[in-house]
């Protein structure tokens, strides 16, 4: 299992907005939500906030990595 990343005050981060997926993962707005439109990428609304959990990005990079090694 991959460890849960924290803010600076310890408490463990459960999700990204989009501007920080971006920024967690080094891709660019339009391209998140392209993948969030094909279903390649899950996410969700809360309180009126595109919400993607942190296991989306851990996973997004492992898939980049398995791809690059083929």
């Given at each position: ?36 439109n ?10 009126g ?14 898939a ?5 090694r083929?």
């Open positions: 299992m991959t460890e849960r990343p924290t803010l600076k005050n310890g408490l463990p981060i459960f999700a990204y907005d989009v501007n920080d997926f971006c920024l967690a993962v080094g891709i660019g707005k339009t391209k998140v939500y392209e993948m969030i094909d279903g390649r990428l899950k996410s969700g609304i809360l309180e906030k595109r919400i993607i959990p942190v296991e989306e990005a851990q996973r997004i990079v492992r980049a990595l398995e791809f690059s083929a």
